[in-house]
């Protein structure tokens, strides 16, 4: 007579839960030992052949080599990891500035090149211009006077509306 088993019954569920552990640690092994070699190649103040040594003992004896490593050199690892994300997010925000054409507070002189650029265009006529311009004049003047200055008083100049397309 055949018996039929079950895994079930043969693999509780405790040693599941080993089963999972074991694996992770493994897994965390692994990171843990990729990125101890990562930061060994990393470091500029290391020479080639402190480098090979590192390599070789963190490859040869790697329980030993990456403990070893962690211990003497670990609290510089994480300043060179801390400081190759701050370079990374400075290029990336360089990038972004250099892609957007924003490299800082824009000056009246831009934004009337590129008012005039867009009345060459004959996108704005010539009305639409001179009160834009009368804008971007008046608000770079008041961002140039200090704040206890007192606002100079406008004088009338006709009816004046608003910019209106």
Not at 104 to 117: C, F, Q, W, Y
Not at 129 to 137: G, Q
């Amino acid at each position: 007579m055949v018996t039929q088993t079950y895994l079930a019954y043969d693999y509780p569920l405790l040693s599941a839960f080993w089963t999972l552990l074991w694996f992770f640690l493994w897994v965390m092994w692994f990171v843990l030992l990729f990125r101890v070699v990562l930061d060994i190649f990393r470091d500029d103040s290391m020479g080639g052949w402190a480098k090979a040594g590192w390599l070789v003992f963190c490859l040869v004896l790697p329980f030993l080599g990456v403990f070893a490593y962690v211990v003497v050199r670990g609290r510089e690892m994480g300043r060179r990891e801390l400081a190759q994300a701050r370079a990374q997010q400075r290029a990336v925000d360089d990038y972004i500035r250099e892609t957007a054409g924003t490299r800082g507070p824009t000056s009246s002189v831009d934004e009337l090149a590129r008012l005039s650029e867009i009345r060459a265009r004959g996108d704005v006529t010539d009305d639409e211009f001179r009160r834009a311009k009368e804008l971007v004049l008046s608000s770079h003047a008041a961002e140039a006077r200090p704040p206890s200055a007192p606002a100079p008083t406008p004088t009338p100049q006709g009816p004046s509306t608003p910019f209106t397309t």
